[in-house]
């Protein structure tokens, strides 16, 4: 079965201070893999896309790593904000369609506090 | 700033009412996507359209129907709403020009609905 598991759930850190949140996915074949953030009554926002032969790849402050052999990926968030605060979603899409079927995560809560 | 608007943001209605939730953009995107979102739960893809005149329903099973008459209109209506459907619904739209692998998802701010 396809999915795409995340940890923590969710997460406090001071601000100033960096972070890395996880995905684990099951999905195959594999085609990309998405990092989405979404404030709280919003929309997803894209942050990262990352095909296979990709093994890490910079948003500013924001860093995702993938490790397409264990099936693992990380987005690291260094120097946290206040306004860093919202759900981060990792997102595996799959080749078996022409669809490209996406797999969500359920998120991280991310809270930021001064 | 992604150019996709919802509307309503929020609702609140009785059971057994019609409802028509909508959904614009302006970016000329060929792809358009509904997805329902319970709190701390994963996005489910409800329905989706390549163009106009072409919808498909997604992968959660929903009573929800859509129409695809202009490609920058994709509203979802429903008949006849039940407790069972409160949950947010956020709509979401791409470009097939940009290729699968960097195809990027913009999504609209969603609309909260509440059945009593």
């Known amino acids: 079965k396809n999915q795409v598991e995340q940890s923590p759930q969710s997460l406090i850190i001071l601000e100033g201070k960096n972070c890395t949140l996880q995905c684990n996915y099951t999905v195959s074949p594999f085609s990309n893999l998405r990092w989405y953030k979404q404030d709280t009554g919003r929309g997803p926002v894209s942050l990262t896309i990352?095909?296979?032969?990709?093994n890490t790849k910079s948003n500013g402050r924001y860093t995702a790593t993938l490790d397409a052999d264990t099936k693992q990926s990380s987005l690291h968030i260094t120097a946290s904000q206040l306004s860093d605060s919202a759900s981060y979603i990792c997102v595996v899409s799959d080749r078996g369609s022409t669809l490209g079927r996406l797999y969500f995560g359920r998120g991280t809560q991310l809270t930021v506090w001064p | 700033e992604a150019d996709i608007y919802q509307t309503p943001r929020y609702l609140v209605i009785g059971t057994g009412k019609k409802i028509t939730l909508e959904c614009s953009q302006t970016?000329?995107?060929?792809?358009m996507y509904w997805y329902q979102q319970d709190p701390g739960m994963e996005l489910h893809l409800i329905h989706y359209?390549?163009?106009?005149?072409?919808?498909e329903k997604g992968d959660l099973s929903s009573e929800s129907t859509v129409s695809r008459i202009r490609t920058e209109h994709f509203p979802l209506t429903l008949e006849s709403a039940r407790p069972s459907h409160t949950s947010q619904y956020l709509c979401?739209?791409?470009?097939?020009?940009?290729?699968?692998?960097?195809?990027?998802?913009?999504f609209g701010s969603g609309t909260q609905l509440s059945v009593l």
């Open positions: 990352m095909t296979f032969s990709e």
């Open positions: 970016m000329g995107h060929d792809k």
């Open positions: 979401a739209s791409s470009f097939s020009r940009d290729g699968w692998a960097q195809e990027k998802l913009f």
């Open positions: 359209s390549y163009g106009v005149n072409s919808t």
